[in-house]
Each structure stands twice: as C-alpha cells, then as structure tokens.
C-alpha cells in the first residue's frame, strides 16, 4: 500500500461505474479499503442514492482513514452514502447472498501476487462463479492488479462475463502499468 502511485485505483473505479451506466440506486460493493483512493473516486462517479459497502480486513487501515490519512483521498469514509464494515470481502462472497451493481476489488496485487493466501479463493473458478452470483442485471465487475494473467482472464470469460482488460498508468500518464480489469454480466 502506497499513497504516491494511486491514479490506477482510481480508474478502477471509474471504469467500472461507468461501464454500468446511469442506473438510480446503485449498490456497490468494494474489497479493500486502502487509503480510500478507490472509495473516493466511486463517490465522485456515483449518483446521491447510491449506496457504498466497503469491506476491509484490517482495523488499523479503516481507523487510519478516518484519522490522519482520510485527507490524502478527501475523506470519502465521510459521505453518508458509505459503510465501511470491519469484514472480510471473501467471507462476503463466500458466505453472503446479497447482490450487488457493481463490485471492486482492490484486496491484492493481483491473481497471480497475493498478499493473503485466502484471497486466491476470490480468482479461482468457484470465487469467479461467487463474483457473478453476486453481480445483479447488467452489473459489472472491477479487479485492480500490478500484472495481467491470462489464466483468470480466461476464469472471468468461462463464467459467462464479457471482459475488457485496461493497461492503466499507475500515477500520471507514465511509467509503470498496473490492469484493470471490467467484467460485464
């Protein structure tokens, strides 16, 4: 985790939501709190109605935002339109039935560098399967990774989503790549 590189957080995001459109009462779920940088530029795509679940494992990163690192992304844990749970997002999936418009995950540095072993549950065929469970009608899936990897790309595609793979600058318009990638159901 990292504040000076966050431009690719932030067009997994934006991507995502406007990959969805327009729709009133949008929910939205997003794996990984971060520094908020994801978080705030989903509220800045977002309608007023949405709704915001954000999902992170650690305490410590969910008090640090809403302390002295809420100013680096403008203090997004504010906006009435968020809950932040103290939750792990696989246990969300794995367990939960809810659905979701648009769901985000920044939980990784990508299917193939996991920073938590669980976490490969969530690029695996039955995590894949869960994702598209929980996407509603036309909902649309963002995953944020330092590297491509076909092999997940081909998961995503074999789960009946159409997929769109975006090399994103990681800040600025130079220098290292991260992917996003956009998943339609």
Request: with cysteine.
């Amino acid at each position: 985790m990292g504040s000076r590189s966050h431009g690719s957080e932030a067009l997994l995001a934006e991507l995502a939501v406007v990959a969805r459109g327009d729709a009133p009462r949008q929910r939205v779920l997003i794996g990984g709190l971060g520094f908020g940088f994801t978080l705030a530029a989903a509220l800045r795509s977002l309608p007023a109605d949405a709704q915001v679940i954000v999902d992170e494992i650690s305490p410590a990163v969910i008090r640090w935002n809403q302390g002295v690192l809420g100013e680096l992304a403008g203090q997004p844990l504010a906006d009435a339109r968020v809950d932040v749970c103290e939750a792990d997002v696989v246990d969300r999936l794995r367990h939960g039935t809810e659905r979701f418009d648009v769901i985000l995950l920044d939980v990784d540095n990508g299917p193939s560098a996991l920073s938590q072993a669980r976490n490969a549950w969530l690029y695996r065929d039955e995590g894949v399967a869960r994702l598209y469970g929980a996407l509603g009608p036309h909902g649309v899936l963002g995953v944020w990774s330092a590297s491509s990897d076909a092999k997940f790309v081909d998961r995503l595609r074999r789960a009946r989503l159409r997929v769109d793979e975006h090399r994103v600058p990681a800040s600025g318009r130079r220098g290292k790549r991260h992917v996003v990638w956009i998943a339609r159901r």
